[in-house]
């Protein structure tokens, strides 16, 4: 058996390193022939399978030190080369008409709200009614999920139809561009990941959120680069400027707004994890929570499909378990500790929505930073999270009669169920 040492200087790891050399030829090519559909399959083809031997992901030990070995073949050339291609591809594609330029809703108040400063009162969701809560404080029943995805006959911009082939091979290409610069730069290391990082950062400088393409990449480095917790808060700020504009654009396509929190789930954690200094990451935390804030507010306005509330709550859990006594993860455009706000969701209208819920309320009562060991949060914060999930079960009993005996048989039934689940996972947390 080799280690990882002397398998860095056998004869193998020598040819594996000319390979890597040999496929950046491969794809210094490619930029006179990028209107070719057969060589730009291949290209992502390739591209993936790089992706799959760089990928950390759940790899046990010997797959571990494989992927660290196969970046150790990478030349600063290829990666250099791949973002050059990624950059020209970007400033071609073609500007897609969508729904969201034609869209009779896309108010003149709205877009002066986007232009307006951030603040603890700017809502990012805006549109000039409202639909926070109404004059007696009482909110507005939350969607029922019948609503349509992103208007009449259109179609969500995250359709492939959307994409060509060299618009695939691009994506593929920023997905493993991504893994690079997510490395750890480590004695052997032939390119540098901050260099990475710096070039896939810059191409958000063109980005045209009405191309698919643009649209697709966004959310493809939001999924990718903070996975690895390798962003500085300079990076991580550059990263997320965009977001408040895509928010904006697509705030009534409910699909784009459902991948938008999904895609935020990495930062989220690793906000939780981060080495940095809470003052250093203050602003991409508020970036952050003035997003998902948003969300809530449109939630509760009742103007998110069930697919965006489940994304949602997703998101509060994950705030919760980056930060569980809410210190930062306060809702800014409520001040609301998160901790408030994913109770309420147990009294939604969909089923599957408030059984996400209730199989996560053990993060109201429990730090879950560590995975090894699980500690009991301030009894304080226990008895205010008992209090608004006993408040809001309650609440998710009640619903409108339906016209069918059958349909309103099955709705107590599916909201007895969220109410025991509920129950279990509190009385499981309780000392």
């Not at 398998?7 to 070719?36: I, N, P, R, Y």
């Not at 399959?41 to 797959?63: E, I």
């Not at 508020?286 to 509330?309: E, I």
């Not at 930060?323 to 408030?340: F, G, H, K, N, Q």
């Amino acid at each position: 058996v080799l280690s990882k040492e002397e398998a860095c200087c056998s004869q193998l790891f020598s040819k594996a390193k000319a390979l890597a050399q040999d496929l950046s030829g491969f794809v210094s090519s490619v930029k006179v022939k990028m209107s070719e559909e057969r060589i730009m399959s291949t290209m992502r083809s390739v591209m993936k399978l790089c992706r799959q031997n760089s990928s950390r992901k759940l790899k046990d030990g010997v797959g571990s030190i494989s992927s660290g070995l196969f970046i150790l073949t990478l030349p600063a050339s290829l990666l250099g080369e791949l973002a050059e291609i990624c950059k020209l591809l970007l400033s071609s594609a073609p500007r897609k008409v969508s729904s969201v330029d034609d869209d009779e809703h896309m108010d003149d108040d709205w877009e002066t709200s986007r232009a307006e400063p951030s603040g603890s009162d700017f809502d990012l969701f805006d549109d000039g009614e409202d639909s926070h809560s109404s004059t007696n404080g009482t909110h507005r029943p939350q969607g029922d999920g019948t609503d349509t995805s992103c208007g009449p006959g259109a179609k969500s911009l995250l359709a492939e139809e959307f994409l060509a082939q060299q618009d695939l091979a691009l994506l593929a290409a920023l997905e493993f561009l991504c893994e690079c610069g997510s490395a750890r730069p480590v004695h052997g290391l032939l390119f540098k990941p901050q260099e990475v990082r710096r070039r896939l950062l810059l191409l958000l400088e063109q980005i045209d959120f009405s191309k698919a393409l643009h649209l697709h990449m966004y959310l493809v480095l939001l999924k990718e680069l903070p996975a690895e917790d390798s962003l500085s808060p300079e990076e991580f700020d550059s990263l997320l400027r965009p977001l408040a504009d895509m928010c904006s654009m697509y705030r009534q396509d409910q699909e784009v707004c459902a991948a938008i929190l999904l895609v935020l789930l990495p930062s989220i954690k690793s906000l939780g994890r981060t080495r940095h200094t809470p003052e250093d990451m203050r602003h991409v935390q508020g970036s952050v929570l003035q997003v998902v804030s948003g969300f809530c507010l449109l939630s509760q306005s009742g103007k998110c499909v069930a697919l965006v509330r489940a994304a949602l709550v997703q998101c509060l859990v994950a705030l919760l378990e980056a930060d569980p006594c809410c210190s930062w993860a306060i809702l800014t455009l409520r001040d609301e500790p998160v901790s408030s706000a994913l109770p309420s969701h147990l009294a939604d209208a969909h089923h599957r929505v408030r059984m996400l819920v209730a199989v996560s309320l053990e993060r109201l009562f429990l730090d879950m930073r560590r995975k090894d060991k699980k500690t009991m949060l301030p009894l304080k914060l226990q008895q205010a999270a008992f209090e608004n999930i006993y408040l809001k079960a309650q609440e998710g009993m009640k619903f409108p009669r339906s016209s069918s005996s059958e349909d309103q048989r099955d709705e107590t039934f599916n909201r007895e169920a969220a109410l025991l689940k509920s129950l279990s996972v509190v009385l499981c947390c309780s000392p």
